[in-house]
């Protein structure tokens, strides 16, 4: 059979096409898309409130460990961990950890209509999250959720991502969560096509890539799962960026991941030293960091409509940080190779600063996270995009960090940066994110800002891509409504 006269455009320029749509698809306006997460939120009745560990229902301390599983012994639990670095003021310490051995799904469905690629996206309650209803991928669900450990109603769509034909798959790759809070926890990020008819659900609309970059920047709008699987979205070949690059960038992370020494080892949660258990929350002894407490759930919208669980809540709001420099071809931003005690393999690509600035207050400046008063003291000229996002929303309460990227200012980055340091273009970072265990969670987020294009990768991009702290037109319009539902408590 001869080819198509007229080849069908890649992946990446089809998607490129839907990132240039951002004010209304062919479903919904952008505008009004908030309010349409208020009305599935005020659809269902959900509830989440503070309860002490002795109530949870199927949950329970190990005798012996006191470790914190669940009946089943699926879902995950609470253990502690040994940690020990070569690097940081802190080289040795304990902590509790969420372990969750099962590859979980994280999957977005699209299709074109009328040319134009869509994405399948969901209104999904989390118990966590400070907006419970957040814009979510197709599929979020772990494995014991879509084989019914918990005996609930089945999960939509599910069957796109269990089996998906090859010539569908745009994205397909394991990923890591947060090294912080998870054990060596893995996602599977999937975006697949379909030219199938779908029908779509009540807490389903398709939306185009454009308007998910307008939604970003609204606080607490668009969920973790959804960012990182954004982060996945291929950009468009540059023939301008020389292969000897790519190496270099490859050689001197790989040189990073090999000079560190990490040990991470699983032990008791009974054995955990500078950390205390009450009959509500376990905390450190100094109050910083985070707890483990907690939760009766009600979730109208979900597989399940009640359950308990612990979930893990910082102690303080993060700072999530790109420096950005202009380059003769765009934008450039400054990647750290972070160690983390969680991770599965030493280090991974991490924001320029990533840290809950409360936690490190009493240091002494030079102990503290290096280029965090650079972000901190940035002046609004210089922040080309600032959103308050929530992290994980079914394993983490009021997990938020103030996401930034930052133009730096003369004198904040040394001409001879740190060795774990380097300059990286939005391009290559998104060439790296095909493959599993190169960017933690957090640099995804904010490489899903220029997935999306909501933030513009090419020097001398005017509009709403020029600086994130002057809204555009369509966020202008916003008036976002209380995404929370009437029915939502919270117990102190």
């Not at 998906?164 to 893995?186: I, N």
């Not at 490859?250 to 040990?263: A, K, N, P």
């Not at 493959?435 to 490489?447: F, I, K």
């Amino acid at each position: 059979m001869s080819a198509p006269l007229f080849p069908r455009p890649s992946a990446a320029e089809r998607l490129a096409r839907s990132a240039a749509v951002t004010d209304a698809g062919s479903w919904l306006r952008t505008r009004d898309v908030p309010r349409w997460l208020a009305r599935r939120a005020h659809a269902h009745r959900f509830a989440v409130q503070r309860i002490p560990f002795a109530a949870l229902d199927g949950w329970a301390f190990a005798p012996g460990t006191g470790n914190l599983i669940h009946h089943s012994g699926r879902f995950f639990t609470v253990e502690g961990l040994r940690v020990s670095v070569d690097t940081g003021p802190f080289r040795t310490w304990q902590q509790p950890i969420i372990r969750q051995p099962e590859v979980g799904i994280l999957g977005i469905l699209t299709k074109e209509f009328d040319g134009v690629p869509h994405f399948l996206m969901q209104a999904k309650m989390e118990p966590g999250n400070p907006n419970p209803v957040q814009l979510s991928p197709t599929v979020q669900a772990t494995r014991s959720n879509y084989t019914k450990v918990h005996r609930g109603a089945d999960v939509p769509y599910l069957g796109h991502f269990l089996r998906p034909r090859a010539a569908h798959v745009v994205a397909d790759v394991l990923q890591s969560e947060h090294g912080s809070w998870f054990y060596r926890k893995r996602n599977r990020n999937m975006i697949v096509e379909t030219m199938d008819d779908v029908p779509v659900g009540d807490d389903f609309c398709w939306l185009t890539l454009g308007q998910i970059g307008e939604l970003l920047r609204i606080d607490n709008l668009v969920n973790m799962d959804a960012r990182t699987v954004l982060s996945c979205v291929p950009l468009p070949d540059r023939g301008d960026e020389p292969l000897h690059d790519d190496t270099g960038l490859l050689s001197w992370f790989i040189t990073e991941r090999s000079r560190h020494t990490v040990g991470s080892e699983l032990m008791a949660l009974n054995d955990v030293s500078g950390w205390r258990r009450t009959p509500c929350e376990i905390e450190h002894e100094d109050g910083r960091y985070f707890r483990v407490v907690a939760v009766a759930v009600e979730a109208g919208s979900r597989e399940v409509s009640g359950w308990t669980q612990p979930l893990i809540e910082p102690v303080g709001r993060g700072v999530t940080a790109f420096l950005t420099r202009r380059s003769g071809e765009g934008v450039e931003v400054l990647v750290r190779a972070q160690v983390e005690g969680g991770l599965l393999d030493t280090v991974e690509l991490a924001p320029t600063v990533q840290c809950v600035p409360d936690n490190h207050a009493w240091l002494p400046p030079a102990d503290r996270p290096r280029f965090l008063d650079a972000v901190l003291r940035a002046t609004p000229d210089r922040i080309m995009y600032e959103a308050v996002h929530s992290e994980e929303g079914g394993r983490f309460r009021n997990a938020e960090s103030r996401y930034l990227l930052v133009e730096a200012a003369a004198g904040d980055v040394p001409d001879v940066l740190p060795p774990d340091y380097r300059w990286v273009s939005p391009a290559r970072l998104a060439a790296l994110v095909r493959h599993g265990h190169y960017l933690n969670v957090q640099a995804r987020s904010l490489l899903s800002l220029f997935t999306t294009r909501a933030v513009a990768l090419e020097r001398g991009s005017s509009g709403r891509h020029d600086n994130g702290t002057h809204a555009s037109p369509a966020q202008r319009a916003y008036s976002q409504p209380n995404l929370s539902g009437a029915a939502v408590t919270a117990a102190p």
